[in-house]
């Protein structure tokens, strides 16, 4: 199979600042050297373009042109390549350009690599769709995973050059899928197909798979009018996947805070199985006032971090918001320049955004309650610390009061007896049966006992009888 002209665009986007990533160092460079990389890699060729661009360029701005105005020319503010890459038994020219931007608090690379219609003024020759893997070799338009990349879409453009049944243009597409990517690839599964100015298009990847998510869009033009249109609204298609990548991001990146407060809820149930209930049957001694009071000082900061958990998420459904509003706003623009159907463009804001907010409302309806959870449940162990603690300070309070009486008692017990034995303590003798000092210790004791009873018999009645 042969495809006329075919462009490759990598659409590739990267936070520059964002105040919920902490990555020490931060590579703001990253997206620079990426596209370096790839350039290097495919056409040998070397952009340097972190020198070429200015990224304090027009600060508040929320779209600008990063190239310097000394790198600009004819204001094409691109860098364009061209070099020659062999194809077996003859030399084809490809060409591109890097288109360097800032976007609200990202850095956007747009790169092209193509293969040109015309060359000295006639038509290039058809390719073989397996040319497309020379245009990525080593898979370098995969760009790598890193903390501040938001994501990227790889469309792949070529004329169609004669093929009009969909079943058979369905195949090229699948096997422009084949070719851009390694032999062995996990290839993003076929998502749906529609058209586009005219012209099929097909899209790769599904959220299912969010982990190995990955967007392709092949898009075969049947005649002038899809590349005209393009042309005329080539920015706001940018800013469109651009948005796209944002959501997309915001959603997977709710996945997993979604597994953290998974997580956290099932020790909060667990802990909550653990808490005392209120069962007159069960002894007070059996609870752990240590380990209670270990849980005071421990559920406060889970609760402060389950907390943030929940904010996390109400901040990715924010953030899916409003970039799924700022979606629908370039897709009005891009109507009104095209004046064409964009329903195929549409399906990802009215379907795909609104199942993540709806998802991710449903999350926080869920773990909201556990939230609710977490305070009562503080809230009750602080409860049953409070009781526990009086209850063994009262009951510590009785014991020196009964202990106390004891003493008393056995005290004046014995001073009494002891007023009444006549032999002196000094002349003590074993050959008497009782000696007085013995007595005295005898009486003493056994008031202390009596005493003792007594002390815990007026206790006992007291508690009873209020």
């Given at each position: 199979?042969k495809i006329?002209?075919?462009n490759?665009?990598l659409?590739?986007?990267?936070?520059?600042?964002?105040?919920?990533?902490d990555?020490?160092?931060?590579?703001?460079n990253?997206?620079?050297?990426?596209?370096?990389?790839?350039?290097?890699?495919?056409?040998?060729q070397?952009l340097?373009?972190?020198?070429?661009?200015?990224?304090?360029?027009e600060p508040?701005s929320?779209?600008?042109?990063?190239?310097?105005?000394?790198?600009?020319?004819?204001?094409?503010?691109?860098?364009?390549?061209?070099?020659?890459?062999?194809?077996?038994?003859?030399?084809?020219?490809?060409?591109?350009?890097?288109?360097?931007?800032?976007?609200?608090?990202?850095?956007s690379l747009w790169?092209?690599?193509r293969?040109?219609e015309?060359?000295?003024n006639?038509?290039?020759?058809?390719v073989?769709?397996?040319?497309?893997?020379?245009?990525n070799?080593?898979?370098?338009?995969?760009?790598?995973?890193?903390?501040?990349?938001?994501?990227q879409?790889?469309?792949?453009t070529?004329?169609?050059?004669?093929?009009?049944?969909?079943?058979?243009?369905?195949?090229?597409?699948?096997?422009?899928?084949?070719?851009?990517?390694?032999?062995n690839?996990?290839?993003?599964?076929f998502n749906?197909?529609?058209?586009?100015f005219?012209?099929?298009?097909?899209e790769?990847?599904?959220?299912?798979?969010?982990?190995?998510?990955?967007?392709?869009?092949?898009?075969l033009?049947?005649?002038e009018?899809a590349?005209d249109k393009?042309n005329q609204?080539?920015?706001e298609?940018?800013d469109?996947?651009?948005?796209?990548?944002?959501?997309?991001?915001?959603?997977k990146?709710?996945?997993?805070?979604?597994?953290?407060?998974d997580s956290?809820?099932r020790?909060?149930?667990?802990i909550?199985?653990?808490?005392?209930?209120?069962d007159?049957?069960?002894?007070?001694?059996?609870?752990?006032?240590?380990y209670?009071k270990?849980?005071?000082?421990?559920?406060p900061?889970?609760l402060l971090?389950?907390?943030?958990?929940?904010?996390?998420?109400?901040?990715?459904?924010?953030t899916?918001?409003?970039?799924?509003y700022n979606y629908a706003e370039?897709?009005?623009?891009?109507?009104?320049?095209?004046?064409e159907?964009i329903?195929?463009?549409e399906?990802?804001s009215?379907?795909?955004?609104?199942?993540?907010q709806?998802?991710?409302?449903?999350?926080?309806?869920?773990?909201?309650?556990?939230?609710e959870?977490?305070?009562?449940?503080?809230d009750?162990?602080?409860?049953?610390?409070e009781?526990e603690?009086?209850?063994?300070?009262?009951?510590?309070?009785?014991?020196?009061q009964?202990?106390g009486?004891?003493?008393?008692?056995?005290?004046?017990?014995?001073?009494?007896?002891?007023?009444?034995?006549?032999?002196?303590?000094?002349?003590?003798?074993?050959?008497?049966?009782?000696h007085?000092?013995v007595?005295?210790?005898?009486?003493?004791?056994i008031?202390?006992?009596?005493?003792?009873?007594?002390?815990?018999?007026?206790?006992?009645?007291?508690?009873?009888?209020?």
């Open positions: 199979m006329y002209a075919p490759i665009h659409f590739a986007f990267q936070l520059y600042k964002s105040a919920n990533i990555v020490t160092p931060i590579d703001k990253f997206l620079w050297n990426t596209g370096d990389e790839i350039v290097d890699i495919t056409l040998h070397d340097h373009l972190s020198q070429r661009i200015d990224v304090n360029k508040n929320p779209r600008v042109d990063l190239l310097k105005d000394t790198e600009v020319i004819d204001e094409n503010y691109a860098v364009s390549f061209d070099g020659i890459t062999l194809d077996q038994n003859q030399n084809l020219l490809i060409k591109g350009f890097a288109h360097p931007l800032r976007l609200y608090d990202s850095y790169l092209n690599l293969r040109p015309k060359e000295n006639n038509h290039t020759d058809d073989d769709i397996s040319f497309l893997r020379k245009l070799p080593d898979n370098c338009l995969t760009v790598k995973d890193n903390p501040l990349f938001i994501g879409t790889l469309l792949i070529g004329w169609l050059t004669g093929a009009r049944d969909k079943k058979i243009i369905q195949q090229i597409a699948n096997e422009c899928l084949k070719s851009i990517f390694p032999d690839y996990l290839l993003p599964q749906r197909q529609g058209e586009l005219g012209s099929l298009i097909f790769y990847g599904l959220f299912s798979q969010l982990s190995n998510y990955q967007h392709v869009l092949i898009w033009f049947a005649d009018q590349d393009l609204c080539y920015q298609l940018l469109l996947f651009f948005f796209r990548a944002k959501a997309v991001k915001a959603y990146d709710s996945r997993e805070v979604y597994k953290q407060l956290a809820y020790d909060i149930e667990i909550i199985e653990k808490i005392p209930k209120s007159k049957t069960q002894a007070t001694k059996t609870v752990d006032l240590t209670l270990d849980l005071l000082k421990t559920l900061q889970s971090t389950y907390t943030r958990l929940l904010r996390n998420l109400e901040e990715y459904q924010n899916i918001a409003i970039n799924t370039r897709l009005q623009q891009i109507h009104d320049i095209t004046g159907s329903k195929f463009l399906i990802f009215q379907r795909n955004c609104l199942f993540f709806q998802q991710i409302d449903a999350d926080l309806g869920y773990f909201h309650h556990g939230s959870l977490l305070s009562k449940a503080i009750s162990i602080r409860g049953i610390v009781i603690q009086a209850e063994r300070d009262r009951s510590l309070e009785d014991t020196i009964v202990v009486i004891a003493f008393g008692g056995g005290a004046i017990v014995s001073g009494v007896v002891t007023q009444h034995i006549d032999k002196p303590f000094t002349e003590i003798n074993f050959k008497y049966p009782i007085p000092l007595l005295s210790l005898l009486w003493s004791f008031a202390t006992v009596a005493c003792f009873l007594l002390a815990r018999l007026w206790l006992f009645t007291k508690r009873k009888w209020g």
